[in-house]
């Protein structure tokens, strides 16, 4: 912004840019501050808007107004959130090396999270270790000059700041404030000629003030060097006051804290899902939307969970969310799914708002399964959806009109309750994917929360651990990992024309990409080609080519199989060993389990081509007694662990 005493037209010409509604000049900064002009940067940080969030949520849920400037500067829980390396979510400190050093420094005023904020740049990077060594007493504090001590004690003697070349040139040389701000900008603004003048003037200044002329040489050397990197303290001041802020609120509201940052970051899936394990890590239950309790944003509940905003799911319009929430404050909750339907306003609550509402969970606690809202009976063109809205419609129309049809009928002989059919949930992988459709992210699990038990049973290593070790390290050793495929980028063509295509894995914790070219492009193309496909993976070091002799060996991993996660079982396992105490065996457990071994029992041809041996583990501890059983018949393992899943019998489960 330029900033003039009168008319701005008086001292620069301006005109209007298409991109802006503000007059414009061509002037540069420099120019237009030479005809005295001020030139100011103001500058929008989302953070804020991130704290006053955090603070609506800590006024809405325990009703009290914090004001955030008044905060306490020596809090300890908000320095271990710093000093733990906990800053994801904290402004200007969540990159992996800062938390790295932050551990390590252990900051114990803002001071230090200032110095942190200026250091951690490239070029003053380096003396970070030395910053650390000197707060903790393992290195000696020493000054060039022992005038400099006044300017670089809180610094522990390293010149951080452009105000303290400033200062120390006041003292040292009696520069003036002019001259040091002159030098200050000549610094920022590398203008050679400026600094050699300015260094006559230094060098006299400090002789007069008989000064050591060889040490005060030395001192202008280090400072030619600092200009590469000189910061602002002021600025630094202000973004660690912000930092400081919103560590604060993480520490003693955190889930207020978190709710905040997730709604600022609605539009980036990525941040998202970040926010939402950082959450988990802190144990901060995350819960899916629920048109009886979310808003349009995230909120904290009454237990401190963080309920997911109805803004952020697909098709659900802002319109939409204004109206429900005002429906739902004026009259109370929703008491069941009929209720609802005739409570909204259907004007813009259609049946793909309303589909994408029940794919994101947000009727669950009327204790219904979602399938049921797709629904359709055979011989009908209606999903129980489209009824839903129907009578819905009904209703609404006989609240608002006395008028009968043309039989004389009145409008509530009309209008007839309607009927919840019974249909079979979805699969996990099903309700998972319906999930990410609409929000882009997996709310209530992840896929690979069907597989726990594949992956413990054949996995040796996880994604993660691959991509945080040397490759080397695997050599000669088989990985077995598996994970889900969150891009594929098939059928590209090398230089030479040659098809290949890349896919990336991930599992809980990280993901990694691969490329496929060749042989191992045709054999599993069809395997990684499908984003959501659930795979595992068998894994080999391979060395690449040097492009030059006698250079060190660099590895990859070369994939040699790669299978169906849902196939795995079926494939591989060939004893199911099932451990049960002899406490938890009543009749209707052992009815379960009779009809469940019955139901999948296997023929003779089908067991010669495979299934499973069943073994049965029933443990007395009162009396040190096993008994162990196995089953006649062999089964088809997937379909046999489904079941008991679904009847959620307390088995241990083994696999060999």
């Given at each position: 912004m330029i900033i003039a005493p009168e008319d701005l037209i008086e001292y620069v010409p301006t005109g209007m840019a298409k991109d802006s509604e503000m007059p414009v000049t061509q002037y540069e900064g420099t120019y237009v501050e030479s005809v005295g002009l001020l030139k100011m940067d103001f500058l929008g940080l989302k953070t804020l808007t991130i704290i006053k969030g955090a603070l609506d949520n800590i006024k809405l849920r325990h009703g009290?107004?914090?004001?955030?400037?008044?905060?306490?500067?020596?809090?300890?829980?908000?320095?271990?959130?710093?000093?733990?390396?906990?800053?994801?979510?904290?402004?200007?400190?969540?990159?992996?090396?800062?938390?790295?050093?932050?551990?390590?420094?252990?900051?114990?005023?803002?001071?230090?999270?200032?110095?942190?904020?200026?250091?951690?740049?490239?070029?003053?990077?380096?003396?970070?270790?030395?910053?650390?060594?000197?707060?903790k007493g393992q290195e000696a504090i020493e000054y060039d000059l022992p005038e400099m001590e006044e300017y670089l004690h809180d610094t522990y003697g390293i010149t951080v700041y452009q105000e303290q070349v400033m200062l120390l040139s006041q003292k040292l040389a009696n520069f003036t404030k002019a001259d040091a701000d002159t030098l200050r900008k000549a610094m920022g603004k590398k203008k050679k000629d400026v600094m050699a003048k300015m260094k006559v003037k230094y060098m006299d200044g400090c002789k007069a003030n008989g000064l050591d002329p060889t040490v005060c040489e030395k001192v202008w050397t280090d400072w030619e060097a600092f200009a590469e990197y000189a910061f602002n303290k002021s600025h630094s001041t202000c973004y660690a006051w912000v930092a400081y802020q919103t560590a604060y609120l993480k520490a003693h509201y955190p889930a207020e804290y978190m709710a905040s940052v997730l709604t600022n970051n609605l539009s980036d899936i990525s941040e998202i899902s970040f926010f939402m394990d950082e959450c988990k890590r802190m144990g901060i239950k995350l819960l899916p939307p629920d048109v009886n309790e979310s808003m349009g944003f995230f909120t904290v509940n009454k237990d401190g969970a963080i309920r997911f905003g109805l803004s952020?799911?697909?098709?659900?319009?802002?319109?939409?969310?204004?109206?429900?929430?005002?429906?739902?404050?004026?009259?109370?909750?929703?008491?069941?799914?009929?209720?609802?339907?005739?409570?909204?306003?259907?004007?813009?609550?259609?049946?793909?708002?309303?589909?994408?509402?029940?794919?994101?969970?947000?009727?669950?606690?009327?204790?219904?399964?979602?399938?049921?809202?797709?629904?359709?009976?055979?011989?009908?063109?209606?999903?129980?959806?489209?009824?839903?809205?129907?009578?819905?419609?009904?209703?609404?129309?006989?609240?608002?009109?006395?008028?009968t049809d043309l039989f004389g009928n009145s409008m509530e002989s009309?209008?007839?309750?309607?009927?919840?059919?019974?249909?079979?949930?979805?699969?996990?992988?099903?309700?998972?994917?319906?999930?990410?459709?609409?929000?882009?992210?997996?709310?209530?699990?992840?896929?690979?929360?069907?597989?726990?038990?594949?992956?413990?049973?054949?996995?040796?290593?996880?994604?993660?651990?691959?991509?945080?070790?040397?490759?080397?390290?695997?050599?000669?050793?088989?990985?077995?990992?598996?994970?889900?495929?969150?891009?594929?980028?098939?059928?590209?063509?090398?230089?030479?024309?040659?098809?290949?295509?890349?896919?990336?894995?991930?599992?809980?914790?990280?993901?990694?990409?691969?490329?496929?070219?060749?042989?191992?492009?045709?054999?599993?193309?069809?395997?990684?080609?499908?984003?959501?496909?659930?795979?595992?993976?068998?894994?080999?070091?391979?060395?690449?080519?040097?492009?030059?002799?006698?250079?060190?060996?660099?590895?990859?991993?070369?994939?040699?199989?790669?299978?169906?996660?849902d196939e795995l079982l079926d494939k591989r396992a060939k004893k199911l060993r099932l451990s049960v105490r002899l406490g938890e065996i009543t009749p209707d457990f052992t009815a379960k389990i009779l009809k469940i071994c019955n139901d999948n029992a296997l023929n003779k041809t089908a067991a010669q081509n495979g299934g499973a041996v069943v073994e049965f583990h029933v443990a007395d501890h009162i009396n040190s007694l096993t008994l162990n059983m196995v089953l006649p018949a062999k089964v088809k393992p997937s379909d046999f662990l489904a079941d008991l899943q679904r009847e959620k019998l307390d088995l241990g489960i083994k696999i060999d």
């Open positions: 009290i107004e914090i004001d955030i400037e008044k905060i306490p500067l020596d809090d300890q829980p908000t320095y271990d959130i710093f000093g733990n390396g906990e800053t994801n979510g904290i402004f200007q400190f969540e990159s992996e090396g800062m938390q790295k050093y932050l551990k390590e420094l252990k900051p114990s005023r803002l001071e230090d999270i200032i110095a942190m904020n200026a250091l951690y740049r490239p070029g003053p990077m380096e003396y970070i270790p030395q910053f650390i060594r000197r707060k952020g799911i697909k098709n659900v319009g802002t319109n939409v969310v204004d109206e429900l929430i005002k429906e739902r404050e004026e009259n109370g909750p929703f008491k069941d799914v009929l209720d609802f339907v005739t409570r909204v306003n259907l004007r813009s609550m259609n049946r793909r708002c309303m589909e994408a509402l029940v794919m994101a969970g947000a009727f669950d606690s009327f204790n219904m399964t979602r399938s049921v809202f797709f629904y359709q009976k055979p011989g009908e063109n209606q999903t129980f959806t489209e009824k839903l809205l129907q009578y819905g419609a009904g209703v609404q129309r006989r609240q608002t009109s006395s008028q009309v209008v007839s309750t309607i009927d919840i059919p019974k249909v079979e949930p979805w699969s996990q992988i099903e309700q998972l994917g319906n999930e990410k459709e609409v929000v882009g992210i997996y709310l209530s699990g992840f896929p690979l929360d069907a597989y726990k038990l594949e992956l413990t049973t054949y996995s040796n290593i996880n994604i993660e651990k691959i991509k945080n070790t040397p490759l080397e390290t695997f050599k000669g050793k088989s990985l077995h990992f598996g994970g889900i495929v969150t891009e594929a980028s098939m059928n590209r063509k090398t230089k030479t024309g040659k098809d290949y295509g890349r896919f990336t894995l991930a599992d809980y914790e990280a993901s990694i990409e691969f490329a496929l070219f060749g042989k191992d492009y045709i054999n599993f193309k069809n395997y990684v080609e499908t984003p959501g496909r659930l795979v595992f993976i068998t894994a080999e070091l391979r060395q690449r080519w040097a492009k030059e002799k006698d250079t060190a060996p660099e590895y990859e991993l070369q994939i040699r199989t790669i299978e169906l996660l």
